[in-house]
């Protein structure tokens, strides 16, 4: 026990930020490789590299503008951006280093842009309608192709290069199709009623489909330049893939040898289809609990799911989609295998926890109704399918494999996380709230229950079954043990205290309450926490002693004793709301989130916040302690989710290193001084840089009888930067009478022997050599008092150099 309360004393004093979960797609254009996705994000193409989730290199105009498009060549190796300045730049992508810019000459922004199959030309499409052809390896423009209407948001050459063939779509619906012999549109093809999305061409180049957003994908004879057959495939298509013919794709029923094409749109799902028949003969399952899809809902514009991109790897044999929600996607063919997700955009974070044994991973409640699980170490992610509304909060059950979210769909759910595989799984819902529901929290001991706290003012404690792992994929439906209108206003927050006997609740209406859940169907009411002047957002019971925690949005956080319901002590910091708290380092401190996108330390016994971290730029709604106690993670309206790990320990240690060397250095120091070995011990005194110590040096220097000569040798030998902290001293010792006939004596050594070129290039020279004059010239020191002209001392030497 003594062990235990040894370690105990060691408050925490500091968090260092371990890793970030940031942005780094939000809408636009996305490419990928076999190892990379480029994508889009604001004023800057990231470099994502598939294996790790990393972003590798970020590609940014220096002009800051954003950035219309881009285009990777068929080698990888060139990266071209295009900007709203109408600028091109031609990026070394693997140092982020631009290697060429030149003038788009379009008057108006790039929308589109292709590199052809040889990486040498790079076509452009503008917003006014013409196509540019650049020879990017000659440096010049080779075409300018006028008379599309409106935006030319599709350019793409055809594969065969020895065609010299340009397919472009704007606004008027219809695939322009170019000779670059000539520079002549030679035909345009009809049949698509609006957008053209993607196009995609066979392997002999003599047959292309081409996909539209009016929910039909036709099948085009390139040498006849004839539709062979239009497919309607019932949803605005986004992407379409042609399937190579030679392999085998049997496992996604394609059972002739007839072209089959892959497309991608707003229902959200990957369909495969025979163009012979037109017919949809593969359709890709969902990870779905509810028949969430519903067939109004689907080709609705806000269907989260349905998808913007849909990319081919034909080396691998992958695909890559992305959604509307700026989630990525790689599947492996033929199965269509989900292989890795990665979250481009996690809009608002309202919630997030560590889960898995040793806190492996986080699950994220974001802006969506979707979950987001990450694997830490790699960033890797699965989405979890289930409410149909937003999800607003989460919590974990103590094991870490078992937890609970709740969701503005009035229900709540309860999600196994498989120990070996990590795949999470939903396995029980309860849903009887008539109204959002906006806090959740696990029981303590065991996994036995859940309380939710809703809009419609009640608390609900719902019993889990014993065996909820073993059920299969059936999802278990929850029972209510008991409900009860808790307040008066939305409940905010509920908490069990750690052994399972008490809950506690915190409304908008400026209360927290503790009841007991001893009772069988119901909850009783024990007491009410009253003192907050605004809405309480947040209640954590502490994890050792009889103490409540409540944060409000009055500012501050109140600690309250369980047995009278009397408030020990108030926290106050934080300018606006605490969204949060919880306690850390066994229940002696707390951790507080505001929405002034700070995070705070305090030590309890004290009162006093020992840090305040600058965590984010908005609300930090997400803030959770890990099991070892040892990190902590935040999430934020800024969408950034940052791990966190306590940097005590090795900024104490840090800390002590450097007070055993300071220590170490002045023992040295006097020892050499002892020894007459003035240029160690002046090296030696300049690199502790304190002033004072330098000054002893300098008077142990001057004491002798041929003072001057010694100072002379021993100051030359130094080198320039070491020269340059000396003139920095000099200027603090020449204030003061005491000191200031050793700073002449250093002042004349330097200015008679060092030319005044190598003294004016010293950092802040001018301003050491001003700070000099008004003390030089009425110095004290006989010596070094300017006389005339014809002989200037050192004052004269300052001020010519000050000059």
């Known amino acids: 026990f003594g062990n235990m309360a040894n370690t105990n004393l060691q408050f925490k004093t500091n968090y260092a930020v371990s890793s970030k979960i940031e942005p780094f797609y939000k809408g636009g254009k996305v490419q990928v490789n076999e190892q990379y996705i480029f994508c889009t994000c604001g004023t800057r193409v990231n470099v994502l590299e598939i294996s790790t989730g990393k972003i590798v290199h970020s590609i940014e105009h220096d002009d800051q503008e954003d950035i219309t498009s881009f285009a990777l060549s068929c080698d990888d190796e060139l990266l071209v951006t295009a900007s709203r300045a109408l600028l091109l730049k ?66 793409e050459f055809h594969p065969d290069i020895n065609r010299l063939q340009l397919f472009s779509s704007s606004l008027d619906c219809g695939i322009r199709l170019w000779d670059l012999r000539s520079s002549e549109c030679i035909c345009v093809l009809q049949s698509h009623y609006s957008a053209v999305t993607s196009l995609s061409f066979s392997a002999d180049g003599d047959t292309m489909v081409s996909s539209g957003r009016d929910k039909i994908c036709t099948v085009w004879d390139l040498q006849t330049r004839k539709p062979k057959r239009t497919v309607p495939v019932y949803e605005a298509v986004e992407g379409v893939v042609l399937l190579p013919e030679s392999k085998d794709f049997s496992e996604i029923e394609v059972k002739s040898k007839d072209l089959h094409f892959i497309t991608a749109g707003s229902k959200g799902v990957l369909r495969v289809w025979e163009a012979s028949t037109a017919r949809c003969i593969y359709t890709q399952t969902l990870p779905s609990t509810l028949s969430l899809v519903s067939d109004e809902g689907e080709d609705q514009d806000d269907n989260p799911r349905s998808l913007t991109y849909l990319l081919h790897l034909p080396a691998s044999s992958r695909l890559a989609t992305v959604t509307a929600e700026h989630n990525i996607l790689l599947y492996q063919l033929p199965a269509l295998t989900t292989q890795q997700q990665f979250v481009g955009y996690s809009d608002e974070v309202l919630d997030v926890k560590f889960l898995g044994k040793n806190d492996s991973h986080i699950v994220v409640a974001t802006n969506s109704c979707q979950l987001k699980v990450f694997e830490l170490q790699t960033n890797s992610c699965q989405i979890l399918y289930g409410h149909t509304d937003t999800v607003l909060s989460l919590d974990v059950f103590k094991k870490g494999s078992l937890f609970a979210s709740c969701a503005k769909d009035r229900s709540v759910r309860v999600w196994q996380m498989d120990a070996d595989s990590g795949q999470v799984h939903c396995v029980a819902r309860g849903s009887s709230h008539t109204n959002a529901v906006g806090s959740i929290t696990c029981s303590r001991m065991t996994a036995s229950f859940i309380v939710s706290g809703s809009q419609d003012c009640t608390v609900k404690v719902w019993d889990l079954p014993a065996d909820l792992s073993t059920t299969g994929t059936d999802v278990y439906e929850l029972t209510v043990r008991a409900t009860e209108k808790a307040h008066d206003k939305d409940v905010n927050s509920v908490a069990v205290s750690p052994n399972d006997k008490l809950l506690a ?68 910091g934080h300018d606006a709301s605490v969204l949060k708290v919880i306690f850390v380092s066994r229940g002696t401190q707390l951790l507080t989130s505001g929405s002034d996108g700070l995070v705070k330390l305090w030590t309890i016994k004290t009162n006093e916040c020992v840090k305040t971290l600058d965590a984010h730029q908005d609300k930090v709604w997400g803030l959770h302690n890990s099991r070892k106690d040892d990190k902590m993670v935040t999430g934020s309206a800024d969408s950034n989710i940052t791990v966190w790990e306590d940097v005590t320990e090795v900024e104490l240690a840090e800390e002590q290193a450097k007070q055993e060397d300071q220590i170490l250095k002045q023992q040295e120091l006097s020892n050499l001084l002892h020894e007459k070995k003035y240029f160690k011990a002046l090296g030696l005194a300049i690199s502790l840089d304190q002033p004072h110590t330098v000054l002893t040096v300098i008077k142990a220097i001057r004491q002798g009888a041929e003072n001057q000569e010694l100072l002379e040798k021993t100051l030359l030998k130094l080198r320039l930067d070491q020269k340059e902290s000396l003139l920095r001293f000099c200027v603090v010792w020449n204030t003061n009478a005491r000191n200031c006939l050793d700073a002449q004596a250093v002042l004349q050594v330097l200015l008679t022997h060092v030319p005044p070129e190598e003294l004016l290039q010293y950092q802040g020279a001018r301003t050491h050599l001003e700070g000099l004059i008004p003390y030089t010239a009425t110095s004290s020191a006989p010596v070094f008092i300017p006389g005339p002209v014809s002989s200037p001392g050192p004052g004269a030497a300052v001020s010519s150099l000050g000059a």
């Open 90 to 155: 031609q990026w070394d992508w693997r140092q982020a280093q631009c290697t060429r810019s030149w003038k788009a000459i379009h008057m108006v922004p790039v929308a589109s842009m292709t590199f052809d199959s040889t990486s040498t030309l790079l076509a452009t499409g503008g917003c006014d309608g013409t196509i540019k052809i650049w020879d990017v390896v000659k440096q010049y423009c080779t075409h300018n192709l006028k008379g599309s209407s409106g935006v030319v948001h599709l350019v």
């Open 505 to 572: 609740s915190g409304s908008q209406d400026r209360t927290a309450k503790l009841w007991s859940l001893a009772g069988e169907g119901s909850l009783s009411l024990l007491g009410v926490f009253r003192g907050h002047r605004r809405g309480v957002w947040a209640v954590c019971f502490s994890p050792v002693d009889q103490v409540l925690a409540t944060s409000s949005a009055d500012g501050t956080t109140k600690l309250w004793g369980l047995q009278d319901f009397s408030c020990l002590k108030t926290f106050e």
